[in-house]
């Protein structure tokens, strides 16, 4: 059985906590030095009312880590998700905080400004390095658990094909930190909880290679509220779901708030005999009291942290908790990845993912055109009218085709240049158009340039190496002036393939 280690010993920080590693074995977390099963007893923490910063990171305020991890410790927590963070500040100082309290990190990678929109999604080469800025801020961490690769961003029937393309992105991060640290850190993916696509999503991120395969699934689960049960509240049902499920599954968020103060009387089935064969625990929404009034605990005038009712629910249920899991050595359960979900009236993503954006492709790709976008097309999301970037791809693509910088997600089927960013997309648009009508102006938006290469039928072969650079072909291609057409390529997730025999040959030679 496949066993993926979490966390190592390190002595990097100073920190005066020493945490085991955290071991996956099949469908459950071990502490590996222990043996005895690990369930995250955790509390999602994302301050919002006092921070006055674009990006909102509680791990770049070592005051207000000093001040919350004991009490966190003191709830009883062992596991801490935070939502966003900025990779460019430190965050020596918390994480040692609650390192110190014994306290795991597990981290979104995907923010409010670097995501996946799950109403036209794709995959960038911008998104993918905002992700690797973000692990290479963190995997240093003893106490790191894991990241989360995207969280409810389908979270229903209409918006399924963002799937596959937050699939994309969590293979890349898996293969991204497997080449970036000496260590196994999970990559997992939070899903909602629709009745029409509960089943399909956690399947579909279970089937398929194992590379592409999340690490753990979890759920954010709202469904008992107040003084419930395990059977009226859903939960039983979602159990019953589980069952067979591969991978670790565990409550992402849980809390409903409908009834105040809450009671919690969830957690003696969560982490009770209800429940504990098949979810490896949860994780509270949420520590600090905001407008949404899901708060642990408040924050007062002078930053001072005062526990709340739900705080002290909270604490008594935790309290009463003694999880019966079983020993990683007796444990050898072997089970199947899921089958992906069929196309249907409410699953519509294919197992077919994105490639791996790569730079050096776009970057070849814009070398070999001689009409490319010029400074006059503004890039900027306030612009209107046909300057804008959007409006001129809009326009172009009603010209000529736009299959190699789009993706369908349906089909399968991705451009080989599909990653690369608006002003290249648009550069290769106005390069198809001027071979036809032999001009590159555009009422200006055009600019004649001199190749710096010939060799485009090779870009689409160049692809990231996971440690952060990149991949060249050991030769030139043919000429991309021999052609009056560039659209060659239908590049798919595990490289690139091409549209003709002639172009599969081509791709051998430079494989």
């Known amino acids: 059985m496949k066993i993926l280690n979490i966390a190592v010993f390190t002595c990097a920080l100073g920190s005066a906590y020493a945490l085991n590693p955290i071991t996956i074995k099949g469908s459950k977390f071990f502490d590996s030095v222990t043996k005895e099963q690990f369930f995250i007893k955790g509390v999602a923490y994302q301050p919002r009312s006092q921070v006055k910063e674009i990006t909102m990171d ?4 070592p005051a207000a880590c000093a001040r919350d991890a004991p009490l966190m410790a003191k709830l009883g927590t062992n596991v801490l998700r935070v939502y966003e963070i900025d990779p460019k500040r430190n965050h020596d100082a918390c994480m040692k ?55 409810e961003v389908t979270n229903d029937k209409t918006n399924t094909l963002a799937s596959a393309f937050v699939k994309a992105s969590l293979r890349d991060i898996k293969n991204y930190v497997k080449a970036s640290s000496k260590r196994i850190i999970p990559v997992g993916y939070a899903s909602n909880d629709d009745e029409f696509i509960r089943n399909a999503i956690k399947d579909y991120f279970n089937c398929g290679s194992e590379e592409a395969q999340a690490d753990f699934f979890g759920i ?20 019953k779901e589980f069952e067979s499920y591969s991978k670790p599954v565990f409550l992402s968020e849980y809390g409903c708030n409908l009834v105040t103060p809450r009671p919690f009387s969830e957690v003696a089935s969560l982490y009770g005999p209800d429940m504990t064969n098949v979810w490896s625990g949860g994780i509270v929404y949420e520590w600090t009291q905001e407008n949404n009034r899901y708060g642990l ?3 007062n005038g002078q930053g001072k ?14 309290a009463k908790v003694r999880p019966q899991g079983i020993r990683m050595d007796a444990y050898n359960a072997q089970r199947s990845a ?17 490639p791996t954006p790569s730079d050096g492709a776009c970057q070849c790709m814009i070398e070999n055109l001689d009409c490319i976008a010029s400074d006059k097309v503004d890039v900027s999301s306030q612009t209107t009218g046909n ?114 025999a002639i172009f599969v040959l081509v791709a051998a030679i430079f494989t």
């Open 387 to 500: 300057s804008s970037i959007g409006t001129q791809l809009d326009i172009m693509c009603g010209m000529v085709s736009c299959t190699d910088i789009s993706g369908d997600a349906e089909k399968g089927e991705y451009g080989a240049f599909s990653f690369c960013r608006p002003r290249d997309k648009l550069s290769w648009l106005y390069n198809v158009q001027a071979k036809q009508i032999k001009s590159c102006q555009y009422e200006g938006f055009g600019q004649e340039v001199v190749p710096k290469r010939h060799d485009i039928r090779s870009c689409s072969a160049i692809a990231p190496n996971f440690d952060g650079t990149t991949n060249s072909p050991t030769t030139s291609g043919p000429s991309s002036s021999s052609s009056s057409s560039l659209t060659f390529v239908n590049r798919k997730n595990n490289g690139a393939f091409f549209a003709s």
């Open 97 to 151: 905080s609650f390192a110190d309290e014994g306290i795991y990190l597990l981290l979104d990678i995907a923010t409010p400004h670097h995501s996946i929109n799950r109403k036209i999604p794709e995959y960038t080469v911008d998104l993918y390095n905002a992700y690797k800025a973000t692990v290479d801020a963190f995997v240093k961490y003893d106490n790191l658990f894991g990241f989360i690769a995207g969280n």
């Open 220 to 239: 954010n689960l709202y469904e008992w509220c107040g003084d419930s049960s395990f059977e009226k509240s859903g939960y039983k049902d979602r159990t």
């Open 305 to 318: 942290a005062e526990e709340l009712q739900d705080y002290r629910n909270l604490q008594a249920q935790l």
């Open 297 to 299: 605990v408040k924050i």
């Open 338 to 354: 899921s089958a992906c979900p069929a196309n249907s009236e409410n699953w519509r993503a294919s197992a077919t993912l994105p």
């Open 58 to 61: 509680p791990l770049a305020d």
